[in-house]
C-alpha cells in the first residue's frame, strides 16, 4: 500500500495540467461512485489527478489514485485493496484503466453495497457502455464523459486569458455582443486553423510529432479499446483499419454499406456495427435524419473531431469538411444534431438549420443560420464559426 501511495504523492506533485476541465464543475461529486468515460488520448488520467491535487493534495492519505494496469492486481482483487485502503482511513479511492481488471463491476457494486463511507471515481473508455451492458452498475453509477480541448479551452490555454462559456442559446441571441468582447481583447481568428490541426488532444502540449501520436492514439483506440471491450479477435483488426480509412477518406459521405462489405470482406450487418464501434470509440460522428438512428444507416459519417482527418491522408483534406466536423464536435455535447433541411448541413436541437461557409454568401436566407468561418464577428443570422468552439 506504501508503494501507491508513494507513486500517488510524485503524480500529484509532478502533475502538469495547465487547463482546469470544465466537467470539474459539471460533476456531482457526492454520488458515491463515479465513472469517467472518455476516448483514448483525452487526459483522463491527469483529470483523476487533478481532481486529487485540487480537493485533497498530495500529502492527504484519504484520497489515492491507482492504476488497474498494475501488476499488483494480478494477485490482489480490487475489492481486497479497497477493503485495505478502508480500513487505513482512505475515503476517495480513484482508479484508472478500469477495464483492464477482468471482474470490476461486481467487485465495484459490492464496494458500492457495503462501503458506504468510500467514494470510487474510475476511468474508462469510451466504448464502454456502463449501464447497458454492466447490470451490476444499473442506478448506482454516475456516468460523465471527458471531451477533448474546445476552441475555448484551446485559446485560453495559448492566449492566457480565462474566457467562460456560453450556452447555445445565448450564442444564437447574443453572438455579436459575446464576439465582440472577445475580440477586445484576443483576435480568435488567429489561433483557430491551429486548433483545427491539432487543439482536441492535450497532448499537443508534448515536444512529439503531433500526428505521429496521434495515428499511434487512434491504433491503439482500435487494436485495445474496441478490439478488447467489444471481445473481436485480433485477426479482424485489419478490417476496422480499412473501414476507418474509407470512412475517412469519404467523409461526410453517406456510407455504401454494400461496397464497405466487400471492401472489407464482411457482412452489410458487420459492417454497421463496425461503424457503430467506431462511433463509439470517438473516431467518427454519424448524422441521422431527425428521427431516425441506429441500427439505420446514417445519412453521412464525419470523423468525430478535425484533427483526426489530417494524418489520415494530409495532402488531400478538404476545407469544407473540416468547418463541418469542427460544428458537429463542438456542438454535440449539449445540442442534438440532425441531417440539415432547407439546404442545411446541420439541423440543430430539432429547430436551427444551418450552413457552414468558409465566407460570407452573397445571398442570405433568413429561415437559415450560417456559421461562417472567416468572420470575427457575425450579424444578425450569421455567426461566427469559431464562436460555436465556446459551448464549453
Known amino acids: 500500500m506504501e508503494a501507491f501511495y508513494r507513486t500517488h504523492k510524485y503524480l500529484i506533485e509532478h502533475l502538469q495540467a495547465p487547463v482546469r476541465r470544465g466537467l470539474m464543475d459539471e460533476i456531482d461529486w457526492n454520488n458515491r461512485l463515479i465513472g469517467i468515460k472518455g476516448s483514448r488520448g483525452i487526459g483522463k488520467t491527469t483529470f483523476l489527478l487533478a481532481y486529487a491535487r485540487e480537493f485533497f493534495g498530495a500529502d492527504n492519505r484519504e484520497c489515492l489514485y491507482v492504476n488497474l494496469n498494475h501488476f499488483y492486481f494480478t494477485e490482489c482483487s480490487l475489492l481486497e485493496f479497497a477493503a485495505k485502503f478502508r480500513e487505513q482511513g482512505g475515503k476517495v479511492l480513484l482508479i484508472d484503466q478500469v477495464f483492464k481488471y477482468s471482474n470490476w463491476s461486481k467487485e465495484l457494486r459490492y464496494c458500492y453495497d457495503y462501503f458506504p463511507d468510500l467514494k470510487i471515481v474510475f476511468s474508462g473508455s469510451s466504448v464502454m457502455r456502463l449501464k447497458e451492458e454492466n447490470p451490476d452498475l444499473s442506478g448506482k453509477v454516475e456516468s460523465y464523459h471527458l471531451r477533448g480541448f474546445s476552441f475555448r479551452e484551446y485559446l485560453n490555454l495559448l492566449s492566457g486569458h480565462a474566457f467562460k462559456p456560453y450556452k447555445f ?155 463541418e466536423t469542427f460544428f458537429y464536435n463542438q456542438l454535440q455535447k449539449n445540442s442534438t444534431l440532425n441531417q440539415g433541411q432547407k439546404n442545411a448541413h446541420f439541423l440543430v436541437d430539432g429547430e436551427y438549420n444551418f450552413r457552414i461557409e468558409k465566407t460570407k454568401p452573397l445571398r442570405i436566407n433568413p429561415e437559415l443560420y450560417y456559421a461562417v468561418e472567416q468572420k470575427a464577428v457575425g450579424e444578425e443570422n450569421v455567426i461566427p464559426l469559431w464562436l460555436f468552439g465556446f459551448l464549453y
Do not use: W
Open 169 to 323: 442559446q445565448e450564442v444564437i441571441r447574443y453572438h455579436r455582443e459575446i464576439a465582440d468582447e472577445i475580440c477586445s481583447q484576443v483576435q480568435p481568428l488567429d489561433y483557430f486553423s491551429d486548433y483545427l490541426h491539432h487543439g482536441f488532444y492535450p497532448f499537443f502540449l508534448e515536444k512529439r510529432n503531433f500526428s505521429e501520436n496521434l495515428l499511434k492514439t487512434m491504433n491503439m483506440t482500435l487494436e485495445v479499446d474496441v478490439l478488447y471491450i467489444k471481445q473481436i479477435e485480433q485477426s479482424y483488426l485489419p478490417k476496422l483499419r480499412k473501414l476507418l480509412y474509407l470512412l475517412a477518406v469519404n467523409a461526410p459521405g453517406t456510407p455504401n454499406v454494400s461496397q464497405l462489405s466487400k471492401a472489407i470482406e464482411t457482412s452489410r450487418a458487420t459492417v454497421m456495427n463496425y461503424i457503430k464501434y467506431l462511433a463509439d470509440a470517438r473516431l467518427v460522428n454519424m448524422l441521422y435524419p431527425a428521427g431516425e438512428a441506429f441500427p439505420k444507416k446514417p445519412s453521412k459519417v464525419y470523423m468525430y473531431n478535425s484533427n483526426l482527418m489530417y494524418p489520415i491522408r494530409p495532402m488531400q483534406v478538404n476545407e469544407d469538411t473540416v468547418r
